[in-house]
């Protein structure tokens, strides 16, 4: 069973940036693809960006593309997100994942999930 915390979020102004960070416990972390979520009030869940399980490869919302960018440290079991260029329309939880699969962008592809940090962007 893989443990997720995340952290990092916070109340800032539109164009601050934030670095986000998931720290995986519990299981073997360079097996698995990694993806940032969020959930902004009233709206479903929706993919923000994945990374590879070598973390060579990236993927990214269109929204948020040239403005975020996702790095692991396999070494200490985390991923970042970081995320500059803030807008108001990025206020939500921020959920991290992992995925056995290669890098996925649907909610069923991933199996363990942290309980999401608030990221709250004033305009």
């Known amino acids: 069973q893989v443990q997720l915390v995340e952290s990092g979020g916070g109340l800032v102004q539109a164009g601050d940036s934030l670095r986000l960070s998931c720290a995986a416990s519990?299981?073997?972390?360079?097996?698995?693809?990694m993806g940032w979520f969020r959930q902004a009030p009233g709206k479903e869940r929706e993919f923000a960006a994945a990374?590879?399980?070598?973390?060579?490869?990236?993927y990214y919302l269109e929204a948020v593309k040239g403005r975020f960018t996702f790095a692991r440290d396999d070494a200490k079991n985390t991923v970042y997100l970081q995320m500059n260029s803030l807008r108001p329309e990025g206020t939500a939880v921020y959920y991290c994942?992992?995925?056995?699969?290669?890098?996925?962008?649907?909610?069923?592809?991933?199996?363990?999930w942290g309980q999401g940090t608030q990221v709250t962007v004033s305009s």
């Open positions: 519990g299981g073997k972390f360079s097996r698995y693809a």
């Open positions: 990374i590879s399980r070598s973390g060579g490869t990236t």
């Open positions: 994942a992992t995925s056995r699969l290669t890098m996925s962008t649907a909610i069923q592809g991933y199996d363990y």
